[in-house]
């Protein structure tokens, strides 16, 4: 169950709620976030809400069965609208691409790719400072000085920025260069990382888990804003199954599930969804035609030179095309 | 290696090919179609086609080295164009919508649905008549008498019927009464069956397995067509992953790959692709947009009294609206 | 619901069973099987199992709640043993191994393995003349012809012979050449063979499907003894996961389980289950510990010239050693 | 390539060693753990090893083809024995049981446990303080309160302790109070959180991730060696797949590989890896049977009331049976 206070509501209020819900052996967790207040209960007891509800200082109150509550759609019916200032919006009707490299290599990329987005009005530039690798062996970004020296030109070019954070320390210096914090596959379980960023006042993208189930998601999206933020993103980007044709399967089904069970965006992510160059784009439109509110994409000046995963990057013409495609997708999806 | 006879090759021509190819011990599979003569030749040692390819009564000659060889696009570069008669055709640039109910149910059942395809100009009824059920308990289709009631009435509308076959032994009493073979997931790897139905020059729609792979699907169709039936038609229907949240997981990532490495059309089967009626249209459009040439779908006058499979099957007005969206979807994508 | 029925039930008694059953609305099935008569009745009324239970004619009456019904071991709680003549007995307290080739491929070979077998004290001889091959151009195995030349020898050695059978037309003329009629993995749905065998008076070996749960395992069972073979065991063959590392997961989790939930034998097949030569063995004693009543495994007098599988296939010499770990691993699992 | 450096090698023939690597274009991570110095080698130009391996200063060379490097069998012949104290050993030949509550509740039910494990002569415990739990309205453990109070009982008995760390802020404080430092699934690839156990000199049990490949695994553990710590083992618990009848699928297959591939010890977890309490003992002995190095498994006085996974624990009297028999087994197999 869930129950909004009032932005208003007393100390005596307040316990009068509390007390009610104890005396019915509920649990209580009080979740105060950048926009509201709430509480939410659990408990075993069958009781009527509205002896609740009806409680001075209690703005609403809702049942909700399933695991996750506050990103439920069945507690919240409108969707979720993320603001990221300069006229940049994530959610429902607002169709956003974000695109750019694997990694960030050198000055001379950030520009090039800079320039491309700005050329085809691509808004959010994607690109990773600190990057995930199975192998020790293997280049792990330039970290927070490549960060920074990224952070200055896409911001002089009113470009917004998603990168991955890996850890908790990395939070807090990584702050002010960072527009979007996007949590990686293998960390959507990492439970410290989300509750730390649930005390972070900047909109996170969280990746489904490489073998992770849809509830899991909507679980891992709970932990942040059960945590204090309430603004969050979903990202599809593939799941790990017995065929190894291409990368991962990219699960078609979990968009219009993830529409229907939250009010929070949904993100595709095409690239690692199939992990084929020359397929990027078909699985990106199917995922648009499916209800996706934006695409995260790779894009690279010279894909066959990038320092990672270079078989699932687009050419700057390739993605030109496919800008254009998936724009011209997404209004023929919503006039259809 | 793959090598297309003249219609009129002599036999001595033939031999003097054989000859030079058993001569680099090269194994030699004469395959017979409805449409040519070819002789696959599977061997190690490497030599120059060239030296065969200029023998007299060679049509054309191909190097394969995917395991499946007849069905590849590296040996047939035209995609395959299927004619049904009365100007239904099935392949690249001919979008075609299959619809209808899990199982044949009655008389009036089958005239509601013709009626209901009529109304709105679609060409092909899929409907089963011997159904594959887990348990032996349940029921198991109208069998031949149903088949023989249902084409009476198909085809006085004019509306083709691809059916479901099980075992070799039914192919007889049911191709005067079929117009596409389907063969089922769980029969997708019964290869006595695919031997068979190379023999028939009906077309058949194949299944993917239900944790099939891409390659044994196109290895599948090699059956077919090298027992002599060059009319198939591949369909991703779902694959089984470790997510629950619904039936099967449509992978998307598999029709611009099954487009790329066979000529033969594919089809794409949202209903048990996803199993959830209500997320059944989304995931039709997404395959659309990835490259579907047609959609197999469930329909039912009354889904909730359908004899199984309810949950992934539309009503009529649902459908119609489907039927709308696919067409308008397929030429959106034609022109993008 | 399972009602077995006294051997002199009269015509009156069933009747009045039957009646009492359809009165309240129960679908009732006839099963007649080598041993005896049973009716399964399934419907949603609840009742008194005892109103019908003190009929006469009636010989035990339990309700099964699981989708299968007569190899639930909620019916019959005492495990089935399989008599193969000749001393030889399949089923709980009696391990068997049953140890050949791949495929049979020369009379000198069958030879070689019988008189290897006899050398072993292994009563059982595995091979294959009707091979599932993904590719039609593979070798798919002698046929008819093999296996009558196979049974001519190993009849004359006391080896018992356990052979796959891929289609319901083969039956008949195998019948006579056959002790144990193997269904393959990729027949493990093929429902019309299923049904065929459960006609036939000889033990059937039936695998799991590649992907196929526990439960279609059971109910895949459940149409052979429905239609009148209770002579069934199951064989866990491993199944496909994402892991690559080998070529199947042999899941050790379904022995207990199965043994929990069904009266039937339970066999492990390590070489398929594993598909690595030099692993077989810690994965076949593995599944003794876990609880399997035997062990179908590949042999071969040199596995690198085998017709195929030859990877997970062991030497004479590999696989004497491996018989005795294997029955004093038994020997200790039933003292332990 | 891994080269072994003599402890006393000299700055000048470390300067001889890296100049000669480097003039071949190949990259140089240096390692330093607690027993040894090594250079780890990456470059694609063929050379013969002996012209570096006879320089002075180095011990040992060899080229391991392998992503992971220092945790592969092919560099290090002779298995890898931890030493906990006290005369407790983990590695081949050391058979060792870790058993204890899935979460730490009560000073009362660590003294039972405690009291359980010196009764049967089990030298490790294990339990959760920090406990990853999808929900975040879940109990998350006790934290260091709870550990410091498990720490003072376990160590007055002599009895070792195994818990999870969950993030690298916790490895401080936990030090002292642990004697294994585990990881568990969901942090199976969180690169942070391993770097950062490789600079601590305290042996680390990893479990494999839930769909986590061996490979992965073996690169995970490089993660922690190639930071300066060579005490690791590994954990097979269990992966997800599409079969739902239990909890995980143990891959049992997953055991001789490790056996073969690394020198590192090789631990099951039964509890896990079938999550069935009443199957937990047949899975035990079948994962001793194939290899396994130890066992790590929840008991608890009273399943039925554990905070969490219950369904998994065995009683205290169903562990010590339990107990007796992995011993037995252990014995048997290393006498077969």
Known sequence: ???????????????????????????????????????????????????????????DIHRVSDAYKLVS????????????????????????????????????????????????NVRIMRGGVYKPRSSPYSFRGLGIDGLKLWYKKASEAGIKIITEVMMVEQIEQMMPYVDIFQVGARNSQNFNLLDALGGVDKPVLLKRGISGTIDELLQAAEYIFSNGNERIMLCERGIRSYEKAYRNTLDINAIPLLKEKTHLPVIVDPSHGIGVRRHVAPV??????????????????????AFSDGQQTLSF????????????TFKFRENL
Not at 24 to 40: A, G, K, M, P
Not at 41 to 58: M, P, Q, S, Y
């Open 284 to 305: 990106a439109l199917a995922g648009i035609m499916a209800g996706a509110d934006g695409i995260i994409m790779e894009a690279h000046q010279t894909p066959e030179k």
């Open 73 to 120: 759609k069945k507690w919240r019916v409108q969707d979720t609208k993320i603001d990221l200032g300069d006229g940049v919006h994530i959610g429902t009707g607002d169709f956003q691409i974000m695109a750019g490299p694997c990694s960030i290599e050198s000055e001379e990329q950030i520009e090039q790719t800079v320039q491309h987005l700005l050329d085809n």
């Open 1 to 59: 169950m869930i129950i909004q206070l009032e932005k208003d509501i007393s100390t005596s209020q307040y316990k009068e709620l509390t007390s009610r819900l104890t005396d019915i052996q509920y649990d209580i967790n009080r979740v105060t976030t950048q926009f509201s207040d709430y509480v939410i209960a659990v408990g075993k007891k069958e009781f009527d809400i509205r002896t609740i509800g009806t409680l001075n200082g209690i703005e």
């Open 317 to 328: 013409g390739e993605s030109k095309s496919l800008f254009y495609k998936m724009r011209e």
